[in-house]
């Protein structure tokens, strides 16, 4: 399953936690899932041949029926977007044609598509060859997300002649949870932590996790899931800098929204 939750312009904030600074991880928003539009068998698609591609850098075609038929010797790149399980209208899709950097920014060259009712789009009569990255805008923002990723860059896309390329359906989630408690870079005391946030609208339920900079050997809450809007930290923090998480989620488990960027705070204790 591919998800999408790190933004691209959030990619270097997040990319050093593992190594002792900031990381992003396998639920970042760079990700999307296989799409049920895309499930029919007499479809003309593009396949990678996984010995092609030996260092995974390629994103591998789904299956569906074409938009649109290439014209001759062209190609075809079709999609689907959807927020929180419904489809994403008049949302921009960016197919960078030679290259492109960590922010979500094409290099070059770029094409623009829009989505339609449907949430689906389409990039028609392209030129067969290798488009070094797709990002979908996370609605009106500043913030990109990739419809998949290799390491903390997009998968490329190859097209063929007289093929459609379907992308995997992007999930987009917003990142405009509100944490009440702790507040960003505050210093508060690690006895009794107690993390609360504002509800959000459709969430049924809401993922925790807490990492400590310069230990990433330890996660002091990971995985922790609440139907609440508040979570109490059951054993006392250690002083240090800490990074919080939190993605809240539909009653279809699918993820619609996250605390911005993460929140960073400070553990002090009273002396």
Known sequence: MFTMETTCRSL?????LVFGLSCCDSKQPSQAVNSKTNTAKNASTENTNANDDPKGEYLKSETGTPMATPKPGTSNIQGTVFFNSSPAEDIEVKLCVD??????????KKL??????????LFADLEPRVYNA??????????YVHTAK???LSLKIRTQPDKTFFVPLTMLFKSDLKVLHPKANAAVE????????????????????????????????RGVSTQGTSYKVENPLPDGHYRLRIEAFNSSRVKIAQAEDGIQFFIKSAK
């Open 12 to 16: 270097l904030s997040i990319a050093l």
């Open 99 to 108: 290259s492109a950097n960590l922010f979500g920014d094409c290099i070059g």
């Open 112 to 121: 623009i598509a829009k989505t339609d009712k449907d949430g689906h789009y």
């Open 134 to 143: 797709l990002y979908v805008r996370v609605f009106k923002s500043r913030e």
């Open 150 to 152: 290799y390491g903390f």
């Open 190 to 221: 690690g006895q009794d932590l107690e993390i609360s946030w504002d509800a959000y609208p459709d969430a049924a339920s809401y993922s925790i996790e807490l990492f400590q900079f310069g230990n990433p050997g330890v996660d002091h809450l």
